[in-house]
């Protein structure tokens, strides 16, 4: 993403002198404590010369945070380099030496660390001070993890002042250890792509905790079908490994992650100091492991393991023992949610001796969901070494079950639970914006220690020790084709950042938030999740096919986005329209275009043979989705989306696919002054019953153009406007 100047800085720096800001700070997300040691002087980015590695510490890492694959502070600073070009178009070497130079950012880690505290007074490796002199910059980290959080620091204050810094110190930890949020990729899939961006969204906002939900499956806790037709439920185990002893658990090939895909995922996820979580789900939301192995289920509900069957505890035990060394966090979710209240005793002893074998075969910690609270005095509790994921009031009460019992507590209340377009859920689809600002006790700020804003005797204080951090929650109960991959982004991408504020502990005002989103948003390093497109104007691209040599067709938008023909025979262009032989195509240069745009094309097929209009990485738009229908249809994440619409043979007709915010629609012109909008609607049956249609959105499908279509095409448009 380029560096885009903006008109806000002076309202920004307006607003800034005109609140009554009680600490001395720098606003950002989160926000930093600082202090200006000069009103006159600055240090201006353009002035950088180097980043300088202290030569003690390159090869240092962090040892206290949740990763195993902790990056050394040479690889962050090589990442921070990375991130200088990519946000601000700054060319920045990295250097190892003794010492800061003139017009440097010197990287180091301090000698003594306790002066990097969390709220409970803990010294945390996530600490840093960063120092602005008019010679140079000083970050020095509890941990290289610290120096890298303390880069961001002077990305997003660089993002924000244009390149200029003020003069100045300032000493920031994290409030608490875990800052994040959870994607349910159990009942949609999410690929790992997809999850690398989010981790660098996340990490611009220093959030660094990733949770992925990674089996479950469709309608938990109805009594009402058969086993046989639990037997046919989606469900999903999404680690698919080859170890013989799981042969058949993963059973969707292409929506699954191979160890090296999930090895990939967190290397670089870990590089941006954000640590996957991983959760396999037992022994409720079992249906996956129960399609399995049919034998290990309650006999009263298929979505839960007998817990007494003499298989089941060294079955779950085998899934962990094969999958263990795939993971590099240093603690695990066993998600343990939802289970028959009434085999409690049943229940704890198998977290117990989860949580005794996990530890016994890889030393890692074990967390699970808030579910049955301790009993006093039972001998049967859960041992208070495992970590419990508040969710819900009406599961336990986290501070006097929890808490004040000591054990350690991640809050993920349900107060920003959301679900994926669902009519059967009261949880919204989004982040509140405004909630993190104005959702804790008595209206104000929403920390990690807000269990209920209505009764404050339910929140421990901030600072007690017991109280892990915060994360957000996405779920998609409704299952696979009620969203778009990117439409769980769209969940986060307007309030999380405000949340992460708060995760942090930091002092952002809602007022503050809404005046520098806009600019840090278009400068995350590291992902393109709007699916932005670099233009000169508002058209992206305009192929009119007047302008072509016979092997490739100019882009006349003035910006090169020209295409090149695949298979299509020397020269398939006659009249200003080009003709597909149901083989070839053009490639673009371009993959996809997210919310909002509009792509304007015409269309004349010459045969009923179904084939691509147009095809990206997220979703193609065809003439058909397979037998003989042959409606037009947009595929997503394997789903088909189909219009009630039929383009006619022979005949040539103008279309436009709109991308409008969380709709997308198809417009048909007919004749001189009529237009027929359509749009693509998921349908969310329950069991087949009680149907709902939901607006989806699709981003603009841009690849691949004509591939296995007969037919013409011309005056290809792509607008960046709906
Ligand atoms: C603080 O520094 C000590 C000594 O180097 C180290 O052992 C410890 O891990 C550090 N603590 C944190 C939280 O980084
Ligand atoms: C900031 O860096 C300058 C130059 O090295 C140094 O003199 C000053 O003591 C530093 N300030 C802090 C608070 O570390
Ligand atoms: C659980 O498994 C045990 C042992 O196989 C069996 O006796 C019991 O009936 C099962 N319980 C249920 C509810 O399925
Ligand atoms: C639990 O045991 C303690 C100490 O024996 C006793 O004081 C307390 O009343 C017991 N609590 C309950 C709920 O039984
Ligand atoms: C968002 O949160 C605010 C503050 O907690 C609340 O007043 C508002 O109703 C919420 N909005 C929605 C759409 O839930
Ligand atoms: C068409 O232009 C492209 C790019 O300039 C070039 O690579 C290609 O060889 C040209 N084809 C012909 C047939 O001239
Ligand atoms: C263009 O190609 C089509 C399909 O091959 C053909 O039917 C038509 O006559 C051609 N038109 C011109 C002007 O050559
Ligand atoms: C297609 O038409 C049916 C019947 O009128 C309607 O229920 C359905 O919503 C339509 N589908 C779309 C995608 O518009
Ligand atoms: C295809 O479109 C026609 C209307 O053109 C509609 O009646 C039919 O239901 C559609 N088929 C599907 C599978 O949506
Ligand atoms: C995108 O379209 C939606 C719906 O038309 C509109 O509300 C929104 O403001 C548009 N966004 C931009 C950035 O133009
Ligand atoms: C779509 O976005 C609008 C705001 O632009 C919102 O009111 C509506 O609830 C959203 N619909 C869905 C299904 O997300
Ligand atoms: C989504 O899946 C449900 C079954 O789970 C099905 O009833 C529905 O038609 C599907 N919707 C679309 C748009 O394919």
């Not at 708060?502 to 600019?519: A, M, N, R, V």
């Not at 006659?574 to 909002?596: E, H, Q, V, W």
Request: aromatic share 12%; charged share 15%.
């Amino acid at each position: 993403m380029g560096f885009v100047p903006s008109s806000v800085f002076s309202a920004l720096q307006l607003l800034v002198l005109a609140l009554p800001i009680v600490h001395a700070r720098l606003v950002g997300i989160p926000t930093v404590p600082f202090t200006e040691s000069s009103k006159y002087s600055t240090f201006p980015l353009n002035d950088l010369r180097s980043i300088v590695v202290d030569t003690k510490y390159a090869d240092a890492i962090d040892l206290e945070g949740e990763t195993l694959i902790p990056p050394t502070l040479t690889e962050f600073a090589n990442t921070f380099s990375s991130d200088l070009e990519s946000s601000l178009g700054l060319s920045i070497p990295v250097q190892i030496d003794s010492g800061a130079s003139t017009n440097s950012v010197f990287l180091t880690v301090a000698e003594d660390n306790s002066t990097f505290t969390d709220a409970a007074g803990r010294v945390t490796s996530e600490g840093y001070t960063l120092n602005v002199t008019s010679e140079s910059i000083f970050i020095t980290g509890a941990s290289p993890l610290g120096v890298f959080w303390g880069t961001r620091t002077l990305l997003q204050q660089a993002v924000l002042g244009e390149l200029i810094v003020p003069l100045g110190v300032g000493t920031d930890s994290p409030g608490w250890r875990n800052r994040g949020i959870m994607i349910d990729v159990a009942r949609k899939y999410h690929p790992k792509e997809f999850i690398i961006e989010m981790c660098a969204y996340l990490s611009f906002y220093k959030q660094n905790t990733f949770h992925l939900h990674l089996s479950d499956n469709l309608y938990n806790n109805v009594a009402r079908y058969s086993i046989e037709y639990a037997k046919t439920l989606y469900a999903a185990f999404r680690l698919n490994s080859d170890d013989p002893l799981l042969a058949g658990l993963s059973k969707r090939a292409n929506e699954s992650y191979y160890r090296e895909d999930f090895e990939e995922m967190q290397q670089k996820c870990a590089s941006r100091g954000v640590t996957i979580i991983p959760e396999i789900e037992t022994p409720g939301h079992t249906m996956v492991i129960n399609q399995w192995k049919p034998e290990l289920a309650l006999s009263t509900d298929f979505s839960l393991l007998n817990l007494t069957h003499p298989e089941t505890l060294p079955t779950i035990k085998t899934i962990w023992k094969v999958l263990l060394p795939w993971m590099h966090s240093k603690t695990v979710s066993i998600g343990a949610d939802e289970y028959d209240s009434t085999l409690r005793i049943e229940y704890n002893a198998f977290v117990n001796a989860m949580n005794d074998f996990i530890a016994a075969e890889s030393g890692k910690k074990i967390r699970i969901w808030g579910a049955f609270p301790p009993v006093p005095n039972s001998t049967s509790n859960v041992n208070k070494s495992v970590s419990i994921q508040h969710w819900a009031s009406f599961e336990d009460n986290a501070r006097t079950d929890y808490i004040d019992n000591d054990y350690s507590v991640l809050n993920t209340a349900d107060d920003f639970y959301m679900v994926g377009k669902s009519p059967f859920s009261w949880y919204p689809p989004y982040t509140n914006v405004t909630e993190p600002f104005s959702g804790g006790p008595q209206g104000g700020p929403y920390y990690p220690n807000t269990f209920n804003n209505a009764n404050s005797s339910d929140n421990p204080p901030l600072d007690s020790p017991y109280l892990l951090g915060h994360i957000a929650a996405l779920w998609n109960d409704i299952g696979p084709n009620a969203t778009t991959v990117m439409e769980a982004y769209y969940s986060f991408r307007d309030g999380s950042p405000g949340l992460a504020d708060k995760q942090w502990g930091g002092d952002l005002e809602y007022e503050e938030y809404k005046l520098i989103f806009d600019k840090l948003h278009a400068a995350i390093p590291g992902q393109n999740l709007d699916w932005a497109i670099p233009s000169v104007s508002d058209t992206i691209l305009s192929y009119d096919f007047t302008k072509t040599n016979g092997t490739m067709v100019k882009d006349a938008s003035g910006n090169s986005y020209d295409g090149t023909f695949q298979d299509l025979g020397f020269n398939p262009i006659n009249d200003t329209a080009i003709t597909f032989n149901g083989k070839g195509f053009i490639s673009t240069p371009l993959d996809s275009k997210g919310r909002n745009y509009t792509l304007s094309f015409s269309v004349r097929p010459t045969s009923e043979t179904q084939g691509t209009l147009f095809e990206g990485s997220q979703n193609a738009l065809r003439t058909g989705d397979g037998g003989t229908i042959g409606n037009i249809t947009m595929i997503s994440g394997g789903n088909p989306y189909t219009l009630n619409y039929t383009l006619p043979i022979n005949v040539w007709t103008d279309l436009s696919l709109v991308g409008a915010g969380n709709q997308t629609f198809l417009y048909v012109k007919e004749g001189e002054s009529s237009t027929v909008v359509h749009e693509f609607i998921t349908r969310e049956g329950y069991m087949g019953e009680n149907t709902y249609w939901y607006p989806i959105a699709f981003e603009a499908p841009l690849a691949k153009i004509g591939e296995g279509f007969e037919g013409q095409m011309k005056c290809i448009t792509l607008m960046g406007s709906a």
